[in-house]
């Protein structure tokens, strides 16, 4: 048994096509790669959400705002 | 050389070394801008010495006696055969130099064979194996602001001239004992660098213990900032070029299945991984960027947005799949790239509270989990398939790569911890309290000002 279906590398070269693992599984690790980046931008956006509110959240008197304006 | 052909093959191989070890050299640039970036302002100067010196100094020890041990170690000795004679990779060896393809009269163990294989290629290739620097360069983050240069410096020879090669003459020689009788698969070093840097600066940690302030007095701890985050990020980058050439220095570029002692049939010339198996360029390139890719998007998550982390949890990406990159889908790349980081993120944050480590730059968890999980994963993700061209070896499983992690890290570790325990019992391994709290750039800067307040105070008496 071996996940890319090779026992030995004594053979031809010409006549051995891909050598990744799990091959047949193209098309579900594709889903899973898509699925991991559109998951990525859901998570991205809750989080960033989160950070704005916590920052409209923290300065209610404007002090801290005033001071950044006066930094940069 | 005899013949168009084999002079092409020659040169261009000798070339395609050279060419990795100018990128390679952009790692240390990046570790030194890094360094710079995370320490604190009053320790800049002996942060960047400290680093910056391990390149001459395990240079040249790797001259000494590191390219050998990398020659004559692979069987154990005394596992899987005795010492290899490696004459080519004696210091004193006149193959060392500028040689061209016959050999010297009256050298004694230089073989025709070793003369025509070397002769252009053992010092690029040579360079090539500069990994060493790496190696103790990754130890040199994690201990900023209090360590004193000259341990550091006595544990980059050990660890980057000495105990990295040694397990790669064991897991990344194409006759290595490991990957002979464990079916040991570790293409671009997870474990054989990584693992075992990591390993050994968890033991220089644990001896030398936290800085100043970075524990409060009930034990949690403290975030000390980055200096600079832009130095460290660019410092990242760099990195993260110069494993590109990293990448293509632990492969053969071309070769001819003839040269493989015959086991690969046919007349397909190939390029190989360490163990000259086959594998390509284009395999590894994309499987590096999958890599990486996943480590960044995972590491923004998980750290939620922190820019030290997300570029971090990148190089953690890479390393936790350079073990099976060779062999990989890029999806597998990208996966594994995302997974793994999201683990030694968590690690390093449980081991810094549950033990008060304080790893300045999460070195351990970048390189030392995450080289050690991605040797372990390849072991499963690759289970059953050759490690070797040659017959008669293992094929790579998930117990094999499991047992090397361990030798890896313990490697590493054991060594290190018996080093930093002597170096402290002799008072030499910490700078004292007082000059860490004043910074240990503290005379240097001294000397600095004064040298501008005597110069402006001149120039200023000029004026009329």
New interface residues.
Partial sequence: ????G???????????GA????QGS?VV??I??LV?WIG?HV??TR??NA?IEADMAADRTGDETRRAIDRH | MEGNLNALTTIFTEFYYWVTIVMMFLIHVGFCMYEVGVSRRRNHLKTLMKNAMAIPLVTITFYFFGWWIYFGFPNGPGIAGGLVTAPFAEPWNPLMGTHLSGVNPGETGVTPTDAALWHRLNGVFWGAFLFSITTASIISGSIIERVRSGAFWIVAVLVGSVLWILDASWGWHPQGWMVKLWGYHDAYASGVVHAIAGGAALAFLIVLGPRIGKFKPDGTAREIPPHNVWLVTIGLFLIFTGFWGFYAACNIPLIS?ATIAG??????W?ATNIYL???TLS?ITFNFLMSLS?GM?AG??VS??DPFWTFSMGLCGVISTSAGND???P??A??IG?IVPSICYKLHYFVERRFKIDDAVGAVAVHGYGGFLGVVVAGF??????S??Y?GFA?INPLGNFAGAVLMFVLGFVPTFIVCKILNSMNLLRVPAKVELEGVDFALNHAFEASVREVGAAEKAMIK
């Fill in positions: 048994m071996s996940t890319n090779m026992e030995s590398w004594a053979v031809d070269l010409k006549d051995v050598i990744y693992p799990f193209e690790m594709v899973i790669g991991f990525w998570l991205q989080q960033e950070e | 299945p086991q690969i049939t046919g007349e397909t190939t198996a086959p594998t395999a996943g998007l923004y998550i939620k947005g062999l990989y889908h999806i597998q990208l996966l995302a993700m690759l289970w059953g398939q050759p070797s061209p017959e094929h």
